[in-house]
């Protein structure tokens, strides 16, 4: 049989951990009609209050679960560092799954997160599927675990709170900047995999391409170096380009090598242009021209906007629109 746990108590309550630890740890702040209906289902249930139930009236144990995609990313640990900070000035404990980009299984990591009782989610994943979707749902609405999407978002639902930039905009802005240097071919090189950012991305860039009146070229591979370094050799060899942007730094590093190799020069022959502003802009060779998403801001202002949802304070902005900008580097004209 499994554990009984807080959350059980809860759902079947229908009320939040936070009231079900203060029926147990203050009874006299909670109504009595809600802390009979409580204690009797706690009766019912057999469940024993551990030092986590105690901890929770005086929020001294807040748990807060990290779902990311891939830790070897330069922009996951830079919004890493950013939630660290805010949840250390708050005391709080951080938890970090990483998700299987490859064998997602959602009801293992639902299994995983209950057991660890978190207080609440902040879900770095960039593809947010309708099926995600609805896993985060069920966790905000079912075991009363707050949620926000960090870095990402789910276009027309804003039932999520969540932290981003304005990913079209963006694309729109930098891909603009190119076809003001008077590039003809200007490609956008995404993912194979459907991300929801990236597809915002590839919608700016279409927007500043049928704007200019140019054919867009949308190329897609794989963020990983042994695989988009063969597919960029392939490219020289049957298309004209004199501009791109990819959807991120490390991919637009990966394609001026291969320019490089095949004796392309950067800018004279192409302008190339990324998003995010990490390392790999600043060490490219020439500097990499990006789009400087406000990557430890996001984290840290995620973890704030959490903090709130998980104390139950007011939100009056459940969407969070950080302002970016676009550095112009050695990458373009």
Same mark, same amino acid.
């Given at each position: 049989?499994?554990?009984?746990?807080?959350?059980?108590?809860?759902?079947?309550?229908?009320?939040?951990?936070? $009231?079900?630890?203060?029926?147990?740890?203050?009874?006299? &702040?909670?109504?009595?009609?809600?802390?009979?209906?409580?204690?009797?289902?706690?009766?019912?249930?057999?469940?024993?209050?551990?030092?986590?139930?105690?901890?929770?009236?005086?929020?001294?144990?807040?748990?807060?679960?990290?779902?990311?995609?891939?830790?070897?990313?330069?922009?996951?640990?830079?919004?890493?560092?950013?939630?660290?900070?805010?949840?250390?000035?708050?005391?709080?404990?951080?938890?970090?799954?990483?998700?299987?980009?490859?064998?997602?299984?959602?009801?293992?990591?639902?299994?995983?997160?209950?057991?660890?009782?978190?207080?609440?989610?902040?879900?770095?994943?960039?593809?947010?599927?309708?099926?995600?979707?609805?896993?985060?749902?069920?966790?905000?609405?079912?075991?009363?675990?707050?949620?926000?999407?960090?870095?990402?978002?789910?276009?027309?639902?804003?039932?999520?709170?969540?932290?981003?930039?304005?990913?079209?905009?963006?694309?729109?802005?930098? $891909?603009? &900047?190119?076809?003001?240097?008077?590039?003809?071919?200007?490609?956008?090189?995404?993912?194979?995999? &459907?991300?929801?950012?990236?597809?915002?991305?590839?919608?700016?860039?279409?927007?500043?391409?049928?704007?200019?009146?140019?054919?867009?070229?949308?190329?897609?591979?794989?963020?990983?170096?042994?695989?988009?370094?063969?597919?960029?050799?392939?490219?020289?060899?049957?298309?004209?380009?004199?501009?791109?942007?990819?959807?991120?730094?490390?991919?637009?590093?990966?394609?001026?090598?291969?320019?490089?190799?095949?004796?392309?020069?950067?800018?004279?022959?192409?302008?190339?242009?990324?998003?995010?502003?990490?390392?790999?802009?600043?060490?490219?060779?020439?500097?990499?021209?990006?789009?400087?998403?406000?990557?430890?801001?996001?984290?840290?202002?995620?973890?704030?906007?959490?903090?709130?949802?998980?104390?139950?304070?007011?939100? $009056?902005?459940?969407?969070?629109?950080?302002?970016?900008?676009?550095?112009?580097?050695?990458?373009?004209?």
């Amino acid at each position: 049989m499994n554990k009984i746990t807080i959350y059980d108590v809860a759902l079947r309550a229908k009320v939040s951990l936070a $009231t079900v630890s203060r029926a147990i740890n203050n009874p006299e &702040k909670v109504k009595p009609d809600t802390r009979e209906r409580v204690l009797r289902v706690i009766e019912d249930l057999g469940y024993k209050p551990n030092a986590f139930a105690r901890g929770l009236a005086s929020r001294k144990s807040t748990t807060v679960a990290v779902i990311v995609p891939d830790m070897s990313r330069a922009s996951i640990a830079e919004m890493m560092n950013g939630i660290a900070d805010i949840a250390r000035v708050y005391k709080y404990s951080i938890l970090l799954y990483i998700l299987d980009q490859e064998e997602l299984n959602q009801e293992e990591i639902l299994k995983e997160i209950i057991a660890a009782q978190v207080d609440g989610i902040l879900y770095l994943n960039d593809e947010v599927t309708p099926d995600q979707y609805e896993f985060l749902q069920r966790m905000r609405d079912e075991y009363r675990i707050p949620v926000v999407l960090t870095n990402t978002m789910y276009p027309d639902h804003d039932d999520i709170p969540s932290v981003s930039i304005d990913y079209e905009k963006a694309a729109y802005e930098v $891909t603009k &900047k190119l076809v003001d240097e008077g590039r003809q071919n200007i490609f956008m090189v995404s993912t194979v995999r &459907k991300y929801m950012v990236n597809d915002l991305k590839e919608s700016g860039y279409l927007r500043a391409i049928e704007e200019a009146g140019l054919t867009p070229h949308i190329m897609r591979t794989s963020g990983r170096v042994n695989v988009n370094t063969e597919h960029f050799h392939e490219y020289f060899r049957n298309h004209k380009v004199d501009g791109v942007v990819a959807v991120r730094d490390s991919i637009a590093v990966s394609f001026m090598n291969v320019a490089r190799q095949n004796h392309v020069k950067i800018p004279s022959d192409i302008s190339v242009a990324g998003f995010q502003n990490t390392k790999y802009a600043i060490l490219a060779r020439p500097a990499l021209t990006c789009v400087d998403v406000p990557i430890y801001d996001i984290g840290a202002v995620s973890m704030r906007l959490l903090t709130k949802l998980m104390n139950q304070e007011e939100v $009056t902005t459940p969407e969070v629109i950080l302002d970016h900008s676009l550095i112009a580097r050695g990458s373009t004209l």
